[in-house]
C-alpha cells in the first residue's frame, strides 16, 4: 500500500515541477530573454562554485566516515599484499592532486569567466608549448608509475619460492574444495572424467598416481604463517575466482586451465582479530567472478596459523585415498569443530560438499 | 591537400545534383509523404536519427529501472516489496528478488545501457543527425542503407525484449556473457533460450551497427560540401568518424565470438569448453579454451567503451566552444588525441584480463600501452580547461551538462590509473572500485555528453527549445546524484567488496557497507525518476515546447545552424553552402562568431 503512496506523491511532485517549469518559462518571456537568461546564468555559475566546495567537503565527510571500514586502515596480511599497498597509496597521492587540481580549475573557471557584457572572450586558438607540457608532464608520472608498477608485478607473478608449500584449490558451483599435497608435496594426477562425488572422488584425482595416496582434501584451507605457499587453481564447471581480500590478491579459476598464485601469509587468524580489533575475524575466500545463482555465497575460509597447530591440524587428516579405499563416508572432513563454528553461518556452501 | 579537397567538392557536388532531381522526381510538391515513408521506413537522416534516439530513450528507461530494482534488493535486503510479486511473479517470490532474477536484471541493465543506449542511442542518433548537417551533405552516402541500420537495430531489440518474457528469462551471466557459464544450460537458467535470444540480438545488432557505420565514414570521406577540407570539420565530426572506424573494426570479432558461442551451445562444438564436470554431469569436450572468449569479446568489449565514449568527447568539444564564445583550445592536438585514444583502444583489451592466468610479460605490455591512453586524455582535459579560460560563458543546458562532463571524465579517468596498472588490479579487479570507475567515466559521463547533445541539438531536430527549468534541475540532481552514487562505491571497492553479490550479510569481510548501499539506493531512485522528467521535458517539448525563432539560436559556426529552422528532407533549400574557415572563429576580430560559411576578409587576422 506504502508503494502506491509513494508513487502518488511522485506524480504529484512531478506535476508540480512541471507547473513551475511551465509558469517561469512564461515568466521569462514577460520578463525579456536576455534578462532572464543573465539571471539564470548567475545562478548555476554560483551552484558550480557551490558544488566544489560541498563536494569537497562531502568527499571529506565521506572518507572519515567510511575509511576505517576499507582495508587501507589496516595492514596487508600478504608480502605481496603490502607492495600492493604501497603501490596503491603512491596512485592515490598522485591521482589526488591531479584531481584537486583539475576539478577547481574547472568549476573555478566556470564561476570565474561567466557571461558578462563587459568581457569578450580571448581569442586563443593554440598554443604549441602549453600542449606540449601537459603531453610531457603526464608522461613522466605515468612512466613513474607504470614502472613501480611492473616492477611488483614481475615480483608478485614470479616463481614461487621452491620450498613454497602446495595447496590445491578448486571451484564448482557453490563451493571451495581443497586438496594438500601430503608428505611428498606432489599433487596426484587428476583426469575429470574420474569425478564422481558419490564414492569419494569430487575432485577426480588418478587413484592410479601414486603421488595421490597421501593426498589429503578438506573444505577449508589451513597455511602457516611466514611460510610461502601456492595456490594450484582449478574450477570444475565455470569460471570461478579465488579473492583473498586480506593478502590483496586474486586469480581466476578456469575449466581446463589451472593457474598458480603464491604469497606468504603474515598473520595468523588470531592476531588479525587483534589487528583489526574483530573477535570474529577470518580470512574469506570470495569468488570474484559471476558463475551464477549462488556466486555470491560462494564462501571459504582460511585458517592461518603456527606450525605447530599446523601440524597437529593434519595430522588428524586422513588421506582421501585410504578414506575411500576403506569404503568409509565420502568426502566431507568432518574434523575440526572450530571451523565448523566459523563456517556455521554459511550453511550452503557446506551442506552441499556433505 | 587542396586538390583532393576541391575534388570532394565535387563529388559532393554531383552527387548532390543528381539526389536533387531524384526528389524532384519522387517528390511532387502537390503530394505529401506518406506517414510510413516519413515516419517509419523513412530515409531522411534527421528521421532516422530520431528514430534512434527515442528507441534509445525507451531503452534507457527500461535498463534504468532494472537498476533501481536491483538497488531495492541491495540496499534493503531484508525488506520485502509486495508489488514486485504482483508485477514480476515467481521472480519475486514474496516480494523479494530471487537470485536469478537479480543476475538477470544486472546482465540486462548492463547490456542494454552498452550496447542499445549508449551504443545505438548515442552515435546512432547524432551521427545520423549531425554528419550531413554539419558536413554539409543532402543525407547519407546510402539513405537505404541507413534505414536498414535502423531496422536491424529495432530487430535486434525486439529480440533482446522478447527474451525477457521467456520462461527460464534472459540472459543472466553478466554483460559480458563468459563462457562456459554462458554456454551450459545447466550451470544457470538465464544460460537455457535467454543466452540464444542474447547471442540472436545481439549479432542483429552488429549487423545494424556495421552498416550504420561503414554509410558514416564513406559519407564522411565522401560528401563534404566544397571548401570543407577534414581539418575545417567540428570536432563532433572526427569523433563520429573514429567511432565508426572503431565500430567497424571491432564489432565483427566479437561477432565471430558469439557465433562460436552459438555452436558450442547448440551444436556439440568445443571452441570454449574444456575438461567440464557441471552438477556431477561430466561432459565429453575438451581442448578448448574459456580464455580464447575474453580474448575475442574484449576485442570488441574495449573499443566498445571508447565508441561509447568518443561521440561524447566530440560534441562536448563542440558545445564548450559555442558557449565559452571561445574557440576550442589546440583543435589539432584535439583530433591527434582522438586519433591516438582510438589506435591505443585496439591494443589494451587484455587489461580486462591482468587476473585470468595470463602470461606476466604479455600482461606488461598492455599495463603500458592502457596507461598511455592518459596522455591524450590529459591532453584533452588541459584543452577544455584553457577553452574555459577568459571565455564568456553561457550556461544553456547543453553547456552545464558538458562541464559535468569534463568532471565526471577526470574523475572516472584518474581512477583508470589505477585499474590499468596491473599490480593493483589484481586487489581492485571485480570489486566495486570498478564499479565505480567505469560507471562514472563511461556511462554517467557518456550520459552527460548525450544529455549536452541532445539539450544543444533539439532545438535543430524538432524547432522547438526543451523547458529549461525542468533542464536546470535534471542537470543539477543528476550530477550531484551520480556523485552520491559511485563516490562512496570506491571506499566498498578498496575494501575488496565483490561485484555481482546479492548480498553480503554472510561475510565478515563486506557486511559493513549496509548503510551506505541503502543511502546510495535512495540517491539511485531520486536520480532515475529526475530522468523520468527529462523524458518527459522531451516528449513534451517536441509538440508544446517554446519554438525556436532564428536559424542560429546558439549563434554558431557550424553549418546545421544554415538551414532553415525544419529542415525538409535535403537540409538545404537552394544550394549547399559552401565553407570558407574552420569552425572555431568565436571573438575573433571583435566579432562573437563568424559562421563557416562567410568567405575569409582581405583584413581578417591569422591564427
New interface residues.
Given amino acids: 500500500m506504502s508503494g502506491y503512496f509513494i508513487l502518488i506523491i511522485l506524480v504529484l511532485a512531478s506535476v508540480l515541477i512541471f507547473q513551475i517549469s511551465k509558469a517561469s518559462e512564461y515568466v521569462s518571456v514577460l520578463k525579456g530573454e536576455e534578462k532572464s537568461f543573465k539571471q539564470s546564468n548567475r545562478i548555476n555559475a554560483f551552484l558550480f562554485i557551490l558544488f566544489m566546495v560541498l563536494g569537497l567537503a562531502g568527499a571529506w565527510w565521506c572518507n572519515e566516515l567510511l575509511y576505517d571500514r576499507t582495508l587501507l586502515a589496516q595492514p596487508a596480511a600478504s608480502d605481496h599484499g603490502e607492495k600492493i599497498d604501497f603501490m596503491l597509496w603512491m596512485t592515490i597521492i598522485v591521482t589526488g592532486i591531479v584531481f584537486l587540481l583539475t576539478q577547481v580549475l574547472l568549476f573555478w573557471f566556470a564561476f570565474k569567466y561567466q557571461y558578462s557584457e563587459k568581457r569578450t572572450s580571448y581569442f586563443f586558438p593554440h598554443n604549441n608549448k602549453l600542449e606540449l607540457l601537459w603531453t610531457v608532464v603526464p608522461a613522466i608520472f605515468l612512466t613513474v608509475l607504470v614502472g613501480f608498477g611492473l616492477f611488483y608485478w614481475f615480483k608478485i607473478t614470479g616463481d614461487a619460492p621452491k620450498d613454497a608449500q602446495i595447496v590445491e584449490i578448486t571451484g564448482k558451483q557453490f563451493n571451495w574444495m581443497m586438496r594438500y599435497p601430503g608428505k611428498d608435496n606432489v599433487l596426484g594426477r587428476k583426469n575429470y572424467r574420474l569425478t564422481d562425488a558419490s564414492s569419494g572422488n569430487a575432485l577426480g584425482v588418478d587413484w592410479e598416481d601414486g603421488a595421490s595416496h597421501d593426498d589429503v582434501e578438506a573444505s577449508e584451507m589451513h597455511l602457516v604463517v611466514g611460510k610461502p605457499v601456492q595456490l594450484v587453481i582449478n574450477a570444475q564447471d565455470v569460471i570461478h575466482d579465488v579473492g583473498l581480500v586480506h593478502f590483496r590478491l586474486k586469480m581466476d579459476a578456469v575449466p581446463g586451465i589451472p593457474t598458480t598464485l603464491w604469497f606468504t601469509p603474515k598473520y595468523t587468524t588470531e592476531q588479525m582479530k587483534k589487528i583489526t580489533g574483530n573477535k570474529d575475524f577470518v580470512y574469506e575466500i570470495s569468488c570474484d567472478q559471476i558463475c551464477g545463482s549462488g556466486h555470491y555465497s560462494m564462501r571459504g575460509v582460511i585458517v592461518v596459523e603456527t606450525q605447530e597447530e599446523y601440524d597437529a591440524w593434519m595430522s588428524s587428516k586422513k588421506p582421501q585415498y585410504i578414506t575411500v579405499k576403506e569404503g568409509a563416508a565420502p568426502a566431507a572432513p568432518a574434523a575440526d569443530s572450530t571451523a565448523a563454528a566459523v563456517t556455521a553461518t554459511m550453511s550452503k556452501p557446506l551442506a552441499q560438499l556433505k | 591537400m587542396s586538390s583532393e579537397t576541391i575534388s570532394h567538392g565535387h563529388a559532393a557536388e554531383a552527387s548532390v545534383h543528381s539526389h536533387d532531381s531524384h526528389e524532384a522526381h519522387g517528390h511532387d510538391h502537390h503530394h505529401e509523404e506518406s506517414f510510413l515513408s516519413k515516419y517509419v521506413f523513412s530515409t531522411d537522416h534527421k528521421m532516422i536519427g530520431k528514430q534512434f534516439l527515442i528507441t534509445g530513450i525507451i531503452w534507457a528507461i527500461i535498463g534504468g529501472l532494472f537498476s533501481v530494482l536491483f538497488r531495492l534488493q541491495l540496499g534493503y535486503p531484508e525488506a520485502s516489496?509486495?508489488?514486485l510479486e504482483d508485477l514480476f511473479g515467481k521472480w519475486a517470490a514474496g516480494g523479494r528478488i530471487s537470485?536469478?532474477f537479480y543476475?538477470a536484471l544486472v546482465t540486462m541493465h548492463g547490456t542494454i545501457l552498452v550496447f542499445f543506449v549508449l551504443t545505438a542511442g548515442l552515435s546512432g542518433t547524432f551521427a545520423n543527425i549531425l554528419i550531413p548537417l554539419q558536413i554539409g551533405a543532402r543525407d547519407m552516402a546510402s539513405g537505404f542503407m541507413n534505414m536498414l541500420s535502423y531496422w536491424f537495430f529495432f530487430l535486434a531489440s525486439v529480440v533482446m525484449f522478447a527474451s525477457l518474457f521467456i520462461q527460464t528469462g534472459p540472459a543472466?551471466?553478466?554483460w559480458t556473457i563468459?563462457?562456459?557459464?554462458s554456454a551450459?544450460g545447466q550451470?544457470?537458467?538465464g544460460s537455457k533460450l535467454g543466452m540464444d535470444f542474447w547471442l540472436i540480438s545481439m549479432a542483429l545488432f552488429i549487423v545494424s551497427s556495421l552498416l550504420g557505420g561503414l554509410n558514416y565514414i564513406s559519407t564522411i570521406l565522401n560528401l563534404r560540401t566544397k571548401g570543407m577540407s577534414m581539418t575545417r570539420m567540428p570536432l563532433t565530426m572526427w569523433a563520429i568518424f573514429f567511432t565508426a572506424v572503431l565500430g567497424v573494426l571491432s564489432f565483427p570479432v566479437l561477432l565471430s565470438g558469439a557465433v562460436l558461442l552459438l555452436f558450442d551451445r547448440n551444436l556439440g562444438t568445443s571452441f570454449y569448453?574444456?575438461?567440464?564436470?557441471?552438477?556431477?554431469e561430466?561432459l565429453p569436450n575438451?581442448g578448448?579454451?574459456?580464455?580464447l572468449f575474453q580474448h575475442l569479446f574484449w576485442f570488441l568489449g574495449h573499443p566498445e567503451v571508447y565508441i561509447i565514449l568518443l561521440p561524447a568527447l566530440g560534441m562536448v568539444s563542440e558545445i564548450l566552444s559555442v558557449n565559452?564564445?571561445?574557440?576550442?583550445?589546440?583543435?589539432?592536438?584535439m583530433v591527434g588525441s582522438l586519433f591516438a585514444i582510438c589506435i591505443l583502444a585496439f591494443l589494451v583489451w587484455a587489461h580486462h584480463m591482468f587476473?585470468?592466468?595470463l602470461n606476466?610479460f604479455l600482461?606488461?605490455f598492455f599495463?603500458?600501452l592502457t596507461?598511455?591512453i592518459?596522455?591524450p586524455s590529459?591532453?584533452k582535459?588541459?584543452?577544455w580547461?584553457?577553452t574555459?579560460?577568459?571565455?564568456?560563458?553561457?550556461?544553456t543546458p547543453g553547456m552545464?551538462f558538458s562541464?559535468g562532463f569534463?568532471?565526471l571524465f577526470?574523475?572516472g579517468g584518474?581512477?583508470g590509473?589505477?585499474l590499468g596498472?596491473?599490480?593493483?588490479d589484481?586487489?581492485l579487479?571485480?570489486?566495486y572500485f570498478v564499479v565505480a570507475h567505469f560507471h562514472i567515466v563511461m556511462g554517467v559521463a557518456s550520459f552527460f555528453g548525450m544529455f549536452a547533445g541532445v539539450y544543444h541539438w533539439f532545438p535543430k531536430m524538432y524547432g522547438r527549445f526543451l523547458?529549461?527549468?525542468?533542464a536546470?534541475?535534471h542537470f543539477?540532481v543528476t550530477?550531484?546524484g551520480a556523485?552520491?552514487i559511485f563516490?562512496?562505491m570506491h571506499?566498498?571497492g578498496?575494501?575488496?567488496m565483490?561485484?555481482?553479490?546479492?548480498?553480503?550479510s554472510?561475510?565478515?569481510?563486506?557486511n559493513?557497507?549496509q548503510d551506505?548501499n541503502r543511502f546510495i539506493s535512495t540517491v539511485a531512485m531520486i536520480v532515475f525518476?529526475v530522468q523520468?522528467?527529462f523524458v518527459?521535458?522531451f516528449f513534451?517539448s517536441i509538440f508544446k515546447g517554446?519554438k525556436v525563432t532564428s536559424t542560429n539560436p546558439w549563434g554558431a559556426n557550424t553549418l546545421e545552424w544554415t538551414t532553415p529552422i525544419n529542415p525538409g528532407h535535403g537540409n538545404w533549400p537552394g544550394d549547399i553552402p559552401e565553407v570558407h574557415r574552420w569552425a572555431?572563429d568565436?571573438?575573433?576580430?571583435?566579432r562573437?562568431f563568424i559562421p563557416q560559411t562567410e568567405p575569409i576578409g582581405a583584413y581578417e587576422s591569422k591564427?
Avoid at chain 2, 569448453?273 to 556431477?280: A, D, F, M, T
Avoid at chain 2, 565559452?324 to 592536438?333: D, T
Fill in positions: 516489496f509486495p508489488i537470485n536469478e543476475y543472466s551471466g553478466g563468459y563462457p562456459p557459464l551450459l550451470a544457470s537458467e569448453l574444456s575438461e567440464i564436470v557441471v552438477k556431477g561430466i575438451e578448448g579454451s574459456a580464455i565559452s564564445r571561445k574557440p576550442i583550445f589546440g583543435y589539432l592536438a587476473v585470468t592466468g606476466p600482461g606488461a599495463v603500458l596507461l598511455l592518459a596522455v590529459a591532453i582535459v588541459f584543452n580547461l584553457t574555459l579560460w577568459k571565455g564568456n560563458i553561457r550556461f552545464l562541464i569534463i568532471s577526470i574523475s584518474l581512477t590509473i589505477f596498472n596491473s599490480t593493483l589484481i586487489h579487479h571485480d570489486t523547458n529549461n527549468t525542468m536546470y534541475i543539477w550530477l550531484v556523485y552520491l563516490w562512496p571506499y566498498s578498496l575494501a575488496g565483490p561485484r555481482r553479490y546479492t548480498d553480503w554472510n561475510w565478515q569481510s563486506f559493513q557497507f551506505m525518476a523520468i522528467l518527459f521535458n513534451y517554446r572555431y568565436y571573438s575573433k576580430d571583435g562573437e591564427h
